[in-house]
């Protein structure tokens, strides 16, 4: 006998945590580390994914100011 639901489920989980060893990484360190286009003027941050429209859009709102004021950095890709 032995053994339920709870202990099978505890058992699975050491099997893959032993197994991983280290490999598990954040999620949220994956997209800070992706930030790397900010605003001159308040330095948020925007993911390297970010396309000029939705820069532009910060820029006008946020600022009233153009895209190249700024973001002079950002090249489109």
Do not use: W, Y
């Amino acid at each position: 006998m032995g053994g339920g639901n709870g202990a099978k489920a505890a058992q699975k989980r050491a099997r893959n945590m032993k197994d991983a060893k280290g490999e598990a990484k954040s999620q949220l360190k994956s997209n800070a580390a992706a930030c790397n286009i900010s605003c001159n003027i308040c330095k948020q941050s925007f993911l390297q994914t970010a396309k000029a429209p939705m820069l532009t859009i910060h820029a006008e709102n946020k600022h009233s100011k153009t895209l190249a004021e700024c973001f002079p950095n950002f090249v489109a890709s």
